[in-house]
């Protein structure tokens, strides 16, 4: 007998990490990723498991936060009529909260309302899960660590004639690049990032900026003095696969100046490519990066902490960042996905097994933002 697995949202053109996590369910799952949960909810056959990934997806394209409100509703009756019918429910936490920070009282309420209904909440390493337990009071039984596998497999790291790619690029041979890269938003650090490099007087520093443009630095590079203005070079738009490994090819070291992180799926990236990764030293990303072997951290309440971190890897000699990058590598293999598979394989095994245990857990109330 095979299952049904309903995942929500479908992200995979995107982020490969939905593609990679479901490449080896057990046979006996017939899984579904979906862009649109109240259709394909109405089509599955009863009893299923629904996972949920990313829990903005939600209501995030919402006109106003009324229809925001109304779309969280729907979705909570939703799982809660599903799991009335005997349906399992789990959750994996990605971000505390949204990274573009839309309607914020909506996507707390619904959090809120998610987790009684949860039969298990699952996150990436065990730093998060002492954030969110933290955060939302979890409760000890219902979660469990899913680890996040590397993306060696679908980004494979260029051969030789870096050199010559580098300087065909325009970047010199004694070049410090660093790659601010993918979904740029607030959270990423942007406006942070050039203020640290207008304030370094070093014609080797180069910033290259690539990937889609939520909150759009084209102004805060405009207002940069030229001379820094000529040392960037901003590539906006989405990065097609195919474009990942090259762009990543050109850097020395990849820059993650967040404000705030549970997982980062870039700092995966960079490592999965060999490249390490400059950042700030907050606990989600400690349980990948460790300064001075595959990363340079700085601690996020200095004022100079960022600028601090640059000039290191300004000193730094072309031996000393290939060691670093080398060392990237060796950490993104230590997080394969195969025991990824086996641990999500055992859990949807679990929840059939669980099926037998109804939980009526009703929703009503918890939608009032008052």
Request: net charge negative; with cysteine.
């Amino acid at each position: 007998m095979r299952h049904d697995v309903l995942v929500f949202p479908d992200y995979r053109v995107a982020n490969p990490y939905q593609t990679l996590l479901y490449a080896n369910v057990d046979s006996g799952f017939n899984v579904q990723i979906t862009a649109d949960w109240q259709a394909a909810l109405a089509q599955a056959a009863d009893p299923i498991i629904f996972h949920l990934h990313w829990e903005d997806a939600i209501y995030r394209m919402a006109p106003d936060i009324d229809a925001a409100h109304a779309r969280a509703v729907a979705f909570v009756e939703a799982i809660d009529a599903l799991k009335r019918r005997g349906g399992q429910f789990l959750w994996t936490i990605h971000n505390v909260r949204p990274h573009d920070g839309r309607y914020l009282a909506v996507h707390d309420a619904l959090r809120e309302a998610l987790l009684p209904l949860a039969d298990l909440i699952l996150v990436h390493h065990p730093e998060a899960l002492r954030i969110m337990r933290e955060e939302l009071d979890l409760p000890p039984a219902g979660c469990t660590v899913l680890p996040h596998g590397n993306y060696c497999a679908v980004y494979p790291r260029l051969g030789p004639g870096r050199k010559e790619r580098r300087a065909a690029a325009g970047f010199e041979a004694d070049a410090r690049v660093l790659l601010l890269f993918g979904r740029l938003d607030s959270y990423k650090g942007a406006r942070n990032l050039l203020e640290a490099m207008a304030r370094i007087d070093d014609p080797r520093l180069r910033l290259l900026i690539a990937g889609k443009a939520v909150d759009d630095p084209a102004a805060l590079l405009d207002a940069l003095p030229a001379a820094v203005r000529g040392r960037i070079d901003y590539r906006p738009g989405f990065v097609e696969p195919k474009e990942v490994a090259p762009l990543f090819d050109l850097a020395d070291m990849v820059a993650a100046p967040y404000s705030a992180i549970l997982t980062s799926g870039t700092a995966m990236l960079a490592l999965s490519l060999g490249r390490p990764v400059l950042a700030p030293s907050l606990p989600g990303l400690r349980e990948w990066l460790e300064d001075g072997a595959n990363a340079l951290l700085y601690a996020q309440s200095e004022p100079d902490g960022l600028e601090q971190a640059i000039e290191r890897m300004l000193a730094l000699s072309t031996p000393d960042l290939e060691q670093l990058g080398a060392r990237a590598l060796e950490t993104a293999h230590r997080h394969p996905w195969e025991p990824v598979h086996h641990l999500l394989n055992g859990l949807y095994a679990r929840c059939v097994l669980n099926r037998h245990i109804p939980r009526l857990v009703g929703s009503q109330g918890w939608y009032r933002l008052d």
